[in-house]
């Protein structure tokens, strides 16, 4: 039972309480630091890492100008500030004879970034404004100009393998499409944000005759370094600057703890010390006389008869017919030892002893002073 009891007192007691109100913060705030440091490391993975491949299908425009064109827009995701782009074109054609008697064709590429108004403002109902009219309200960041080219295929071999897979084309009449990829410019980056491109043109110089089925544009990132390794190892990348983030913030916090507690401790240690010395005064006087010791009370007590013995040097001679009779003295210091042993309750009794000499002492000498007064 006494060891529950002491149990309980020391779990109750005012350090447990501090100890756990500071493990409690301590623990919520690691918590929280570590759920801001996730936080901080993903945002940083999104605003730092590129995606390796950007692409944006491009709606060619036909009859709108001397050759098909098209603008993508480059808004999401965006190109990465200093980070090298390889760009190309990929178109899906037909293997059409007006595609295979077209030949060579280039393509054309401007890396545009748009001002307030964009394209959208030069359209006129279903006719869209050529290329050139476009391009000249706009600023021109990159030019590109390639040749294509349908690749050719032997009448032979071409007849041959249709009649091999004449059920599957019939079943799946797209499957003779051809795709082409043309690359359009190699490592450009773009170092500023006034130098970043919105919009991509794209312009098929082969007239209007041509038969496309589909076009897209394509941003591949050529990753180096810390992205390189930060886009292929993301787990083990994210863990490690979680872990950096946290680690930072944790002496950050610790930083911030120390000079608080350096800004707060010495008005505390000072107001403790008052209040100690304070107590420590009124506790002087007001402290029981114990068994074991009697040097304390015996100077207190000695204090105390000195006072009075000097408070009676002070007063004026006594008179004969103020001096009390033996009886009466004797009387008055048996009182007067009562009234010692009534206010100890149990005190030590030598100290009244020593009260009562005292005073029987100092009784004693104003009786012969008084006599002499008589005698002379």
């Known amino acids: 039972m006494d060891t529950l009891e002491e149990t309980a007192r020391l779990m109750t007691s005012k350090s ?39 692409t944006t299908p491009v709606f060619l425009q036909y009859q709108s100008g001397i050759n098909p064109y098209g603008i993508a827009q480059l808004a999401y995701p965006p190109p990465k500030l200093h980070q090298d782009y ?38 006129n109902g279903r006719r ?14 990159f030019q590109s100009r390639r040749p294509a080219l349908m690749p050719y295929e032997d009448p032979i071999l071409s007849a041959v393998k249709r009649v091999l897979f004449l059920g599957y084309y ?38 209007q005759h041509i038969q496309i089925y589909e076009t897209a544009l394509t941003l591949t990132a050529q990753l180096r370094g810390l992205r390189w390794l930060m886009f292929h190892y993301r787990l083990l990348t994210y863990t490690v600057f979680t872990i950096l983030f946290w680690v930072c913030e944790i002496l950050f916090m610790c930083l911030a703890w120390a000079v608080w507690t350096m800004a707060v401790t010495p008005t505390s240690s000072t107001v403790k010390s008052g209040d100690v010395s304070d107590a420590e005064d009124d506790d002087y006087f007001d402290r029981p006389a114990k068994s074991g010791s009697h040097t304390q009370p015996k100077q207190a007590t000695v204090k105390k008869e000195l006072h ?22 004797a009387g008055d210091e048996e009182e007067f030892v009562e009234k010692e042993e009534d206010d100890d309750f149990g005190g030590d009794k030598r100290v009244a002893r ?17 006599s002499r ?3 002379g």
């Open 16 to 54: 447990a309480r501090r100890a756990a109100v500071n493990i409690v913060l301590l623990v919520s705030s690691v918590a929280t630091l570590l759920t801001l440091a996730s936080m901080a490391t993903a945002m940083f993975f999104q605003n730092f890492v590129p995606d390796q491949f950007i």
């Open 86 to 123: 390889d760009v190309s074109v990929q178109l899906s054609m037909p293997r059409s004879p007006s595609n295979k008697e077209q030949g060579n064709f280039m393509v054309s590429l401007y890396l545009v970034r748009e001002g307030v108004k964009g394209h959208r403002v030069l359209t």
């Open 308 to 329: 009075l013995k000097s408070e009676d040097s002070d007063e004026p001679e006594t008179l004969i017919s103020d001096i009390p009779t033996v009886g009466t003295e």
């Open 128 to 141: 869209m404004a050529s290329v050139q009219q476009y391009l000249d309200g706009e600023t021109v960041l």
């Open 170 to 207: 019939v079943l799946f009449p797209g499957a003779q499409a051809r795709s082409m990829t043309i690359q359009l410019a190699e490592r450009i980056s773009f170092d500023k944000v006034a130098a970043k491109p919105t919009t991509a043109v794209v312009e098929i110089e082969a007239g």
């Open 354 to 370: 020593t009260a009562t000499s005292y005073k029987g002492e100092g009784g004693e000498s104003l009786r012969r002073r008084a």
């Open 373 to 375: 007064n008589v005698m």
